[in-house]
């Protein structure tokens, strides 16, 4: 048997309160309701909702529908008693003729078959607004993603383009076999820019971060994003070299020279 969640997401307890559940399956149902006292009580509790959606929705039928009913019973059955109205009254309060609990359970049973089907449909009318709501959101994540491609692109165009940028190239060294990157500093607007496309990927608690020596000082030109394939740098005047090392995710505020993967000269 199905254990108590997939009994509940599956709603063969609405199955089985309305009647629907097939044979093979109720008296396992059964037993796992006199043993499982939470999903006894779960089943109590969608009946009581059921019931009260019942009551709640309840239509006042033309007065006519009495008569008829009525006409339809008197036809079936020989013996229908007909009573004075003060009779049939204290009848009523004594016993509730059979006939009718029939007639109102089968009432009931149509209703409650039309609710359950109406609250299925509203489940998978949830269901599909989430799916919406997620393609949404992951076709707004793509097109930010293209424009970021795009704002990079048109970035590092802009830069190439410009006579008084100067490019270099950083290639790893045994640390990051393989790994290269491409820096274009312009020294006439002071700008300088890195594509960082080629250089290995690293785990989360370490970052690639740029320095520029001047007279022997390592000045932090800031940490490189790598979800980013062109990064925008601080351009530091006087620079003899540009540097690029290994640290500690965020950045460090002096350069671990020992985790030195690329540099080149100016």
């Known amino acids: 048997m199905k254990d108590r969640k997939t009994i509940i997401e599956s709603g063969m307890l609405e199955m089985y309160l309305l009647g629907l559940l097939p044979d093979e399956q109720i008296t396992a149902l059964e037993k796992m309701l006199s043993e499982d006292a939470e999903l006894a009580t779960i089943y109590a509790e969608i009946e009581q909702d059921f019931e009260n959606v019942s009551f709640e929705n309840a239509v006042q039928p033309p007065d006519f529908i009495k008569e008829d009913l009525f006409d339809s019973i008197r036809k079936e059955y020989d013996n229908v008693k007909t009573l004075p109205k003060e009779e049939a009254f204290q009848e009523n309060l004594t016993r509730k003729p059979q006939t009718f609990l029939w007639i109102a359970a089968s009432l009931a049973t149509i209703f409650l078959v039309s609710a359950f089907w109406m609250f299925t449909q509203w489940n998978a009318a949830k269901d599909?607004?989430?799916?919406?709501?997620?393609?949404?959101?992951?076709?707004?994540?793509?097109?930010?993603?293209?424009?970021?491609?795009?704002?990079?692109?048109?970035?590092?165009?802009?830069?190439?383009?410009?006579?008084?940028?100067?490019?270099?190239?950083?290639?790893?060294?045994?640390?990051?076999?393989?790994?290269?990157?491409?820096?274009?500093?312009?020294?006439?607007?002071?700008?300088?820019?890195?594509?960082?496309?080629?250089?290995?990927?690293?785990?989360?608690?370490?970052?690639?971060?740029?320095?520029?020596?001047?007279?022997?000082?390592?000045?932090?030109?800031?940490?490189?994003?790598?979800?980013?394939?062109?990064?925008?740098?601080?351009?530091?005047?006087?620079?003899?070299?540009?540097?690029i090392t290994i640290e500690p995710a965020g950045g460090s505020d002096h350069a671990t020279v020992t985790q030195l993967v690329t540099n080149v000269y100016l």
């Open 128 to 243: 599909d607004l989430q799916i919406t709501q997620q393609e949404l959101n992951d076709i707004k994540s793509q097109i930010k993603s293209l424009q970021g491609d795009l704002q990079n692109s048109q970035l590092l165009a802009d830069v190439v383009k410009d006579p008084n940028t100067v490019q270099y190239a950083l290639k790893g060294n045994d640390k990051i076999p393989g790994g290269f990157a491409t820096a274009y500093i312009n020294h006439e607007d002071k700008s300088a820019i890195v594509n960082v496309q080629k250089l290995p990927t690293l785990s989360s608690d370490k970052t690639y971060q740029m320095w520029a020596d001047v007279e022997g000082e390592m000045i932090n030109m800031g940490v490189i994003d790598k979800s980013k394939d062109v990064v925008v740098l601080q351009y530091i005047d006087e620079a003899e070299s540009l540097n």
